[in-house]
Each structure stands twice: as C-alpha cells, then as structure tokens.
C-alpha cells in the first residue's frame, strides 16, 4: 500500500472487529497488507471517535477570506464606474494575488453577481427624480377606480425588416448559402412607419398612421393639434367621457405636445377636458406610462410573423391588423399596473424602475 493512501470504511471496519477478537497488531497487518503502527492508530481513532469514517482534514486555504469578500462587495457596489471595472483592473485596484480565472468564480459564485448586458433606461436629471417622486407620491393613493378613468397616449415607430437585427437558424457549415438559410436583403433599405394610439380599461383607440415628411420627417405642433389632438385623440376621449362619466387623457412631453398644443388644450378645457400633458405629467418617464409595454408586445408580435414586412404598406397593414389583435385582458392588466409602477418609484426616489 502507498504512502497516504486513504483507506476505506469497509477495511477501517475489518481492523475494529478482528483487533475485538484478539488477533495481533502484526497478523492484522499481515491479513490486510498494512504496517501494524498504522493498524494501531486507525483502530484507536475509530474507537475514540465512534465512526469508521476518516478524520476531516484542514484542506487548502481559501484563497480570499469572509473579510477579503466583504470588503470585494463593497468596492464592486461603490459606483456605477466601479461595476463596470474589468477582472484586470479589479484585481489592481484590490490588491488581490489571484487569478482573473479565480476572481471572477468568487465574484459569481461566492457573491452571487452576475455579469449581464446593462439595461438601458434613461438619464434622469435631479430636477425629473424630484417630479417623478412628487407625482408618485401626490397618486400613490388612487385605486382602481381612479386608474381607469384615464388614458394613456404615445406615439411609436418601427421600421421594415431590413434592420431588424440578427436572426439564428439552424444548419450545417455546408448550408451557408443555401436559400433556407439565408435573409434576403432589401434594397433600397429600410423603411419607418411612426404610428400614434391610446389605451384605457377596456378600450383601445384606433390605430393612427403618422404621414411621412421630407427631410427630418418630425412632427410638429400644428401637425400634432391636426392630426391627433382633433382626430382621434378627442373622439376617443369623447366616447370615453360618454361611457364613464369623466376621462382623464394623458401627453407625455414630446417636444410637439407643446406650443400651439398647449393653446389648444386651454381650449378644450372650456368643453370639459381633463389631462395630463407637459409640465402636469413628469418628463422622461416611459415606465410610468403602460402603453410602452403595449408598444413592446406590438412590436414582438410583429417580429414573430413568418413573413417580415418589407415595405412601408406591408408593415402598416401587419401593425393595423396586430393592434386589432391585442388582448383586452392584458390591456387591463397594464391599466392596472399604475399603483406598483408608482411605489417602484417611490422606493428608488424618483429613479428608474423594472417598468
């Protein structure tokens, strides 16, 4: 037998019994090919410690202790530039004599971070946090009731699939280029389609379609007044009004919600208007607003057809038809949303949140 090898139950066992029965250090040594000091001490740790199992060993050091992962954590969760820093740089900063192999197994598996694709949301200035959480708080109390008495509106755009991203198949090496496998392109390129709508409890607008214009092709505030305010916007805030008694229609603060809007709004007040528009509803808060989450669904919807539109008429048609789909249940649900999206605000002070 060699030197430090371990020895099994069974054999630590079989020395207990036959040294029990009177046989010899030496003939035990000899039955089971082992040196009889070694017989001795394994028969009296088994006796000592009532198990034939070995004695626990002290085993290699761990590389960083409890007190070199708490102070890791800390540094790792200091700023938004210290959780971005690299193995590299890590182990520099912190002095740390291991491996970047090592470091990252203790940064996963003992801290339990993940390194994942940061989300974008966007930059929110002290002023926007300050208004967020006023708004979050000045609502938080509104029920049900309340939040389905108001509509939520938004504009979107989308694009042809000649830009879609990337798209997985499954083949050979040798099918590269065969026809199954590969994505037309189109030419000239890609088109964009920008379409305007509103949701409430138990009703979607219509889907409205945005004219495209030469050069930039941004809407204004005449057009915006034309085109949405006294199109759709107000007849779906009519039949509303009409079916609940009082409809509250909320305008983010796109550049064109404002100006002539804003004298237009002053004139709709005098029939009954109520809204949330620019400087009522807070700047920059897309998670507060659940038609984004509509938008997301309209898109992916979209993106799941077989057949990808290619030209401008292809995707209006395939947006008008996807709308008309949409479940009301989950229209509801997003509706229904609003009192976690504003605690989610209220606990970040006026950050950004999951929505």
């Known amino acids: 037998m060699s030197r430090g090898q371990e020895l099994s139950e069974t054999v630590r066992s079989q ?15 000899r039955e089971l090919n082992l040196i009889p000091s070694t017989v001795r001490k394994i028969y009296l740790r088994c006796k000592s410690s009532g198990t034939y199992s070995s004695a626990s060993r002290s085993g ?37 004599s291991i491996s970047e192999r090592t470091l990252r197994r203790k940064i996963t598996e003992d801290l339990g971070f ?40 938004d504009e979107m755009s989308m694009q042809t699939d000649a830009n879609q991203g990337q798209k997985w198949v499954w083949r050979y090496p040798e099918e590269e280029y065969i026809e199954d496998c590969c994505r037309a392109t189109v030419i000239p390129g890609f088109r964009k389609v920008k379409i305007w709508a509103a949701m409430r409890f138990n009703q979607l607008s219509e889907l409205v379609i945005i004219r495209e214009k030469e050069g930039d092709g941004k809407m204004n ?72 989450n509509l938008w997301h669904i309209l898109r992916s919807n979209i993106r799941k057809r077989k057949v990808q539109p290619r030209t401008k008429e292809a995707l209006i048609e395939a947006l008008q038809e996807e709308w008309s789909k949409l479940d009301i249940e989950m229209v509801n649900k997003l509706c229904e949303s609003m009192p976690r999206r504003l605690q989610a605000v209220i606990n970040a002070r006026g950050g950004t949140t999951k929505y």
């Open 221 to 292: 505030a005449e057009e915006y007044c034309d085109i949405i305010m006294d199109g759709e916007m107000f007849d779906f805030w009519v039949k509303g009004s009409e079916e609940i008694g009082c409809l509250l229609m909320m305008e983010d603060g796109a550049a064109y919600h404002k100006g002539c809007a804003t004298k237009r709004r002053k004139e709709l007040e005098e029939v009954g208007w109520i809204g949330w528009g620019p400087g009522t509803w807070p700047s920059n808060s897309p998670d507060l607003n659940p038609i984004e």
């Open 15 to 29: 020395i207990v019994i036959l040294r029990d029965h009177g046989i010899s250090w030496a003939d035990i040594g």
């Open 60 to 96: 290699r050091p761990k590389s960083l202790d409890k007190h070199d992962l708490q102070r890791l954590k800390a540094y790792i969760t200091t700023n938004r530039y210290t959780r971005r820093e690299p193995l590299g740089e890590l182990l520099l900063n912190q002095n740390l």
């Open 114 to 153: 993940g390194h994942r694709i940061e989300r974008r949301k966007p930059h929110l200035s002290l002023k926007q946090k300050e208004a967020r959480l006023r708004f979050a708080k000045e609502h938080i109390h509104w029920g049900l009731e309340e939040w389905q008495r108001v509509a939520w509106s």
